[in-house]
């Protein structure tokens, strides 16, 4: 039987990865100054040139039934079954419409991940890795929204204004951050984005100490895998993340670029650990 996986472009794969794991996708629109654009059309570093130049920040459609519809429709004529996982339904309405979607086109099998990043993209890994294993699409959808508990999600902000200005902080927050250079974990729970530790210093020394937090706090890893995933970094904030996945005893360390989408609701200079804690379940 012939799988496809799939997923919004907000699952920040790399090209290369997205070809590995036989990924499809389907990408989200982003408005910058009037003036729309499909994510993956530019670099995340060339989408914060253009708010740099611009002076505003971009925003971000949801994708709405009918492009799911069509896109399902596309994807079924070469496969036998999609399972497509979707970006956290606590954050967007395009969850909604897949869903919906689905209910349309026979074979098609909607995931809701409670997530975003390569928190989806780990779920794509193991969505693959089941449909090679021959297991039946309805059975992968069953056991990847099941896993979805047991993803460990977070990422450290630099600064807080793209949150602000997307509705997912106060104005307090952001003038306390910014003030007293303040830069705050956010971790997905039950779907929804949430600050909880923060941190004082420049980047690569509260990346250091994030990632012993995260690695005591989510502390049964599976370390078959872990994303590094970030927006913008610098060498020395990527190789504390290194350093610190490589102690944990990770066997392979994916690094990839976040996409535009995700780009869009953070900033630069974010940068997240990303894995399964289930390593001893």
Known sequence: MKIAVSAESTNDLSKELIEKFDVSVIPYHIVLAGEEFTDGDFSTQELFDKVNKAGVLPKTNALNEFEYTEYFENLRKKYDAVIHICLSGAITSSCGNAFRAAEKVP??????SRSLSTGIGLLLIYAR????K????????????????KLQVS???ERLDYLYKGGRCNSLQLLGANLFKIRPRIVLKDGKMGMDKKYRGNMATVIEKYCQDVLADFNTPDLNQVFITYTSATEEMVAAAKTACENAGFKTIYETH?????????????LGILYFNDGNS
Not at 107 to 112: I, K, L, M
Not at 129 to 132: I, K, M, N, Y
Not at 134 to 149: D, Y
Not at 258 to 270: D, L, Q, V
Request: hydrophobic share 40%.
């Open 155 to 157: 990422f450290v902000i």
């Open 129 to 132: 890795e089941l449909a090679d």
């Open 107 to 112: 074979g098609v099998y909607v995931v809701d």
């Open 134 to 149: 021959g297991v039946a699409p309805e059975e992968i959808q069953k056991k990847v929204q099941a896993r979805t508990e």
């Open 258 to 270: 976040a996409g535009c989408t995700i780009a869009s609701h953070c900033g630069e200079h974010t």
